[in-house]
């Protein structure tokens, strides 16, 4: 995204919050439906589908892989070539700042004997890559570059080797990467995790037709996948993304006399870290009508104005809050008392060092931080928030958007450097935001 320009953007106090909305389809999922449908034989046919840049950025690489990926009406289509079956593309696959994206799709091009040159943006490409490189080398991945950043290229493999592999850290990514290599190998593959992690691709890769179970051993998860696999095209419903409903269950929270629901969210366990926080932390947030689609639970999400008290998020729960610790830091600026929160080392490998950007955006909006280690600390005002800062996002999309959110809320509006890149996740932000009564200057 760094070749746009920025387009700075203030929030100010906001009237309160009211209606009902849906948000576009979870980032995670339409990812690997495309990809799924991409490994599938016959036509995979995707609703919901996000249309996010980094997602389409998914489209066009499997497309450029020889999986066609185009939209019809409302409904994306994809026209499977097999596990085996994709060709090597012309040109190099730019992924622009998807870190999913480029990380699964290693997986994918691993058991494949083709050559693919793979690059994304500045941004993308400072981000560590070593974690999935390591394991599908084991596999038998070739990479060219001896090196562990964008772009690299790979030469996968027909003959890819079956492995046992413990993820030393929680990382949902390696963990697809790694399984969707399996899909290629001769006998089966095996990740073991000590924490849990997102488990959407071992829900699709069951819905797709792969032969997958997962066991409990010693205190730990084991994934298994058999290789030599059949995919088979199918018809998805992407649910709502709940790290982009987080920003407007957020911000209802924030603001007196709110009263938002947002429709048809994903509630996944292991997605659901943040509203079980929220409802720790006082806010009035339920969960109605669940049902499921495609194998994954869904509900409707409603919030309303609640004062907040501080609590201590427990390292165990960032596997599935990940996403949501910058806006989880906004909201804390308004609970009374610390909110304190352990385990975030994976915010400073996101799109931008995430731990220290929101510390640093509080900071400059007058409130206290603090940070140790992993730890971030958050001294609650307990009521009124000063804002009127400039909050640096470093072309990092959650960071934009949280800090956006906060400032609905604020004494004085809060102002960031850039929203360009907001359209990397959640296009649909900033309407949805003016829908629901929220104002925003320039």
């Known amino acids: ?26 980032k995670s999922i339409s990812h690997r439906s495309l990809m799924f449908g ?46 085996g079956g994709l060709s090597e593309p012309l040109a190099p696959i730019d992924f622009g700042n998807s870190g999913t994206g480029t990380r699964l799709m290693m997986g994918v091009i691993a058991g494949q004997p083709i050559t693919v040159t793979m690059t994304g943006d500045a941004s993308l490409s400072k981000r560590p890559m070593r974690r999935v490189i390591g394991p599908l080398k084991q596999m038998g991945l070739q990479i060219a570059e001896d090196r562990e950043t964008l772009p690299l290229t790979l030469t996968g493999t027909d003959q890819l080797l079956p492995i046992v592999y413990e993820l030393p850290v929680p990382s949902a990514q390696v963990k697809s990467a790694i399984l ?30 792969a032969e997958i179970r997962t066991e409990q051993k010693d205190g730990k998860t084991h994934i298994t996948v058999k290789g030599d696999a059949e995919l088979t095209g199918r018809d998805v419903t992407v649910p709502g993304d709940p790290s982009s409903a987080a920003f407007l269950v957020c911000a209802a929270l924030l603001v007196p006399g709110s009263d938002v629901t947002v429709e048809g969210v ?51 729960r960032a596997p599935s809050m990940i996403d949501e610790y910058p806006v989880l830091a906004a909201v804390a600026a308004f609970a009374a008392g610390d909110t304190v929160m352990h385990g975030l080392a994976e915010l400073k490998v996101k799109e931008s060092d995430r731990l220290a950007a929101t510390a640093a955006g509080l900071e400059v909006n007058g409130v206290r931080t603090a940070v140790e280690g992993d730890t971030l600390t958050v001294h609650g005002t307990g009521g009124a928030v000063s804002g009127g800062g400039t909050v640096a996002t470093h072309l990092d999309h959650r960071i934009a ?42």
């Open 266 to 316: 994903l509630v996944n366990e292991t997605r659901t870290g943040l509203y079980t926080t929220l409802q720790e932390m006082g806010a009035d947030v339920t969960l109605t009508n669940p049902r499921e689609e495609g194998g994954e639970p869904i509900a409707d999400i409603r919030a309303r104005f609640s004062k907040l008290k501080g609590v201590i998020v427990p390292a165990e």
């Open 1 to 26: 995204m760094s070749h746009l320009p920025p387009r700075p953007l203030a929030a100010r106090r906001s009237s309160p919050l009211v209606g009902t909305v849906r948000v576009p389809g979870d």
């Open 38 to 83: 991409a490994l599938a034989t016959g036509t995979t046919r995707i609703k919901g589908l996000l249309e996010g840049e980094d997602v389409i950025n998914t489209a066009r690489a499997v497309t450029a892989l020889g999986a066609l990926a185009e939209k019809q009406g409302d409904t994306w289509i994809v026209k499977g070539r097999g596990v």
């Open 401 to 442: 958007m949280a800090f956006l959110t906060m400032g609905l809320a604020t004494e004085h509006p809060v102002t960031v450097d850039d929203t360009a890149m907001i359209a990397t996740s959640f296009p649909e932000y900033l309407g949805l935001m003016e829908q629901l009564g929220a104002s925003f200057q320039t």
């Open 180 to 209: 969707l290599a399996g899909l290629h190998a001769a006998g089966e593959t095996t990740v073991i995790e000590k924490e849990a992690t997102r488990d959407h691709t071992e829900r699709m890769l069951h819905f797709f037709g």
